[in-house]
């Protein structure tokens, strides 16, 4: 009677067969078992989207299947499945080390039994049990080892809290941090060769905490609302601010978009050529109506250089629209001042839909 073999390629010798090498064959049986119960394979599955079979070596050591742990490596460049045959029955440490962002399925050969699959962001460890409780259709079953996140994309608890030890934590470009219901609460955006920080240091009793920059020398700190959101500050003061001012060599003739998203000082530095219209705006695909609400205010300055001939500011519109503006000293400028800067300051009210209020001044430096 011939020998037999398990499913994971140990030999049951038959008796009284192979006379003369029964110890060299009980030494590889028990290599075997070795390896199942404590051997570690590599398994190379670089590539696109394929299939990789795991086969049984009948009385031989060395298949990646009939080791304890099995690590999938290589670049992958597709989804990909790794298989056993139906009737390996035993358990695996799984580890993902590929690189690529693409899933890495474990199951049975054929069947539509359950399997295990590591997520195309999950290069971690997995422990699943090869059931082989069908002959069709056995399952993959994975082993919950009490710490979440081990086999699948779910959420670790802590039981403590978190020492990072000296060490950093490192997020991945556009991951965040979530609050307690799973939505996004900080949004971490990476910028290649970075050098420059946010630094956020609390503070002792008495004093503020402070949000700041750091990296290089001068580091500035922006806030950008996204569209045409804006930034909102509590009741208390503002301190050492500075506008947003744009000095143009141009000179004033015709209609002057200005757009207040942009600027809150326009300065023409080249001599006015012809008199000229203001219109207010948020931009070039925004309106100011769009970016204000109505029982908010907001105010603006135009600088208009005038040479021997003076040319002045002889209309006013908001989003391309006609407004009448309230001038200080009771009516409007009817002509501009020669060899001065000639400033003209607008506060600008929305009183509703599309509808301004707006108050001007004209004010000669020279």
């Known amino acids: 009677m011939a020998s037999t073999y398990t499913p994971l390629g140990v030999e049951l010798q038959a008796t009284g067969e192979n006379a003369g090498t029964w110890g060299t064959k009980t030494n590889t049986n028990l290599s075997i078992i070795e390896q199942i119960s404590g051997g570690y394979s590599a398994q190379s599955i670089a590539g696109g989207a394929q299939t990789t079979d795991l086969t049984v070596s009948d009385g031989s050591t060395g298949a990646v299947m009939s080791h304890r742990m099995i690590e999938f490596t290589g670049t992958i460049t597709g989804n990909q499945i790794v298989t056993i045959p139906l009737d390996a029955q035993t358990f695996y440490f799984l580890r993902n080390s590929t690189s690529g962002a693409y899933t ?36 993959i079953l994975t082993i919950d080892t ?56 609390n503070a002792a009793t008495g004093n503020g905490p402070i949000l700041g920059s750091s990296g290089e020398t001068n580091v500035d700190l922006n806030i950008t609302p996204k569209g045409t959101g ?17 000095v143009s060599a ?12 942009t600027q809150a000082v326009l300065y023409y530095t080249s001599a006015s050529t012809g008199n ?15 970016i204000m609400d109505t029982g908010e205010s907001l105010t603006v300055a135009f600088l208009a250089t005038n040479t021997g001939t003076p040319y002045y500011q002889s209309a006013f519109q908001i989003d391309g629209s006609s407004v009448t503006p309230e001038y200080q000293g009771g009516s409007a400028p009817d002509a501009g001042n020669a060899n001065s800067v000639d400033v003209y300051t607008y506060t600008v009210f929305k009183t509703g839909d599309a509808a301004f209020t707006a108050l001007a001044s004209q004010t000669q430096f020279a």
Do not use: C
Request: net charge negative; glycine share 10%.
């Open 146 to 201: 009490g710490i979440k996140n081990v086999v699948e994309d779910t959420t670790p608890q802590l039981g403590g809290n978190l020492d990072t030890n000296s060490q950093n934590i490192l997020i991945d470009d556009a991951h965040f941090i979530a609050d307690e219901s799973g939505n996004e609460q900080v949004i971490f955006q990476t910028t290649a060769s970075a050098v420059n920080e946010l630094e956020i240091t």
């Open 276 to 290: 000229f219209t203001i219109n207010l705006r948020g931009d070039g695909s925004t309106t100011l109506n769009n």
């Open 250 to 261: 141009t000179a004033a003739t015709g209609t002057i978009n200005y757009d207040v998203r």
């Open 104 to 139: 890495v399925q474990f199951k049975y050969i054929t069947g539509s039994g359950s399997t295990f699959t590591f997520s195309a962001t999950n290069k971690g460890d997995a422990l699943v049990f090869a059931s082989a409780d069908d002959g069709t259709n056995p399952k």
């Open 230 to 246: 804006r930034v909102v500050l509590g009741a208390g003061a503002i301190q050492n601010l500075t506008e947003k001012a744009t």
